[in-house]
């Protein structure tokens, strides 16, 4: 195929696949990633605003004082909200940071448009840009979508932003959905370790079918699963996510112990160290859960109507349980919410086949199990009362009624007028 025609895939399938989601990655191994965003900001049904990043963006305030410059010679309207916010160093907060950005984008125009970061990777090795981007991604206005070119993967949670429907992956014209860090080989063991690990429920690792016990504490099993939920991290987001109350030195000290224990239970250097970076080591075959349960959902989203129940259900029967259950700081917290918004997603769309299909027993069941995982969903709520008033069911459909009513309430929560409705409604 000539290159017009592959270019032209490429573009189809941006369009095709972007449509439902905040940020497109163009993977670095794209042949013509360059190529589409040059077509991308020259066509003329799409508004765009470009910023090819420099070797001066290696902090926020210089990242955004570039972004600004840009884009006002681009398009004089924009950074007024930037402008009134001090970009020097000590001055500024990032959250003053983050509100004037995603003003000026919600302010700049009300058409749909795309925000395109050119040359990411020249922001690699700066921690705090890489965290100010992720914290800008829910903050981004609904009718921006942020597309990011880059000769690394950034260094972002790509899995779990895939889990909330934030984020795809194109490669040309292929859509991402298995090995997203090139974690192992798919399975096959190079060297003859294979690690299997599952993070849905409390988080298990087995090497070469052992299940591992020889953590010596919790610490190192968690900086694995740290490891695992970016292409690449810094010693210093480690120690930001596990030791935030220690001055440097200690929190590097207690690091450098934990690694040694993490490779010492699996009896592998798992977590290599490269240019500054660490990674998981792509010599170890490394089968994960987590990987699968967004995969699928991935295929799901993308598959014909009629073949996305295979992949819904591939997706429901990976989901054992919250992300590691039974912990609680923060970067879990994060991902855990992630990922049971994906799994919400792939039991309510599994529901509504069966629905459709006259299944309302199994409908009604699956209805349940999404309340067992989020039990503040109101829409939920009123469905399992809708289906228990088909099904002759009313005292049932009264008693979820006031069970809800009062869960709610515990968590300081009230029932909204439309639900209370359908309540009268079934009783009446």
């Not at 995603?102 to 990411?120: G, K, N, Q, R, V």
């Not at 903050?139 to 070119?149: A, G």
């Not at 290599?272 to 660490?278: A, E, F, M, S």
Request: glycine share 6%.
């Amino acid at each position: 195929m000539k290159l017009h025609g592959m270019v032209a895939n490429s573009y189809g399938a941006f369009l095709e696949h972007a449509s439902g989601t905040r940020v497109i990655l163009l993977h670095p191994h794209s042949r013509y990633r360059s190529v589409l965003v040059a077509r991308l900001i020259n066509d003329s049904n799409l508004q765009t605003l470009y910023y090819a990043m420099g070797p001066d963006d290696v902090s926020v305030p210089a990242l955004l004082a570039g972004l600004t410059h840009d884009l006002a010679n681009q398009h004089p309207t924009f950074g007024h909200n930037l402008n009134l916010v001090s970009l020097r160093p000590g001055e500024g907060t990032p959250e003053m940071w983050l509100q004037a950005l995603a003003s000026d984008l919600a302010d700049w125009t009300h058409e749909p448009f795309l925000l395109i970061l050119d040359e990411y990777d020249r922001s690699d090795s700066a921690d705090d840009i890489q965290r100010f981007i992720e914290l800008l991604i829910p903050r981004l206005p609904p009718h921006c979508k942020l597309v990011i070119n880059s000769r690394s993967l950034p260094r972002l949670p790509w899995v779990s932003l895939i889990a909330r429907n934030q984020a795809i992956i194109l490669k040309d014209d292929q859509l991402i959905s298995e090995d997203f860090y090139d974690h192992g080989s798919n399975g096959q063991a190079v060297h003859g370790t294979r690690l299997d690990v599952t993070a849905l429920g409390p988080g298990y690792v087995s090497l070469n079918e052992e299940l591992i016990t020889t953590w010596e504490g919790h610490l190192p099993r968690l900086l694995f699963f740290f490891a695992l939920d970016r292409p690449t991290v810094t010693r210093s987001e480690i120690c930001q996510a596990f030791w935030p109350e220690l001055d440097i030195e200690q929190a590097v000290n207690v690091f450098h112990v934990t690694k040694r224990r993490l490779h010492k239970a699996l009896g592998e250097d798992v977590l290599i160290h490269k240019d500054g970076y660490y990674r998981i080591n792509p010599a170890l075959s490394v089968s994960y859960d987590v990987i699968d349960f967004v995969g699928a959902l991935v295929k799901g989203r993308a598959a014909p109507q009629e073949e996305r129940v295979n992949f819904w259900q591939q997706a429901i029967s990976t989901y054992k349980g919250p992300f590691l259950q039974g912990h609680d700081d923060p970067w879990i917290a994060a991902r855990r919410a992630d990922l049971r918004s994906g799994y919400m997603e792939a039991v309510t769309a599994m529901a509504e086949v069966r629905y459709a299909r006259g299944y309302i027993e199994h409908t009604l069941q699956l209805y349940l199990r999404a309340l067992n995982e989020d039990n503040t969903r109101e829409d939920l709520h009123r469905r399992v009362m809708q289906l228990f008033a088909e099904m002759g069911r009313r005292s049932e459909a009264a008693a979820h009624f006031q069970r809800t009513q009062r869960d709610l309430s515990l968590l300081g929560l009230a029932l909204s007028p439309e639900t209370e409705a359908i309540y009268h409604q079934i009783v009446g």
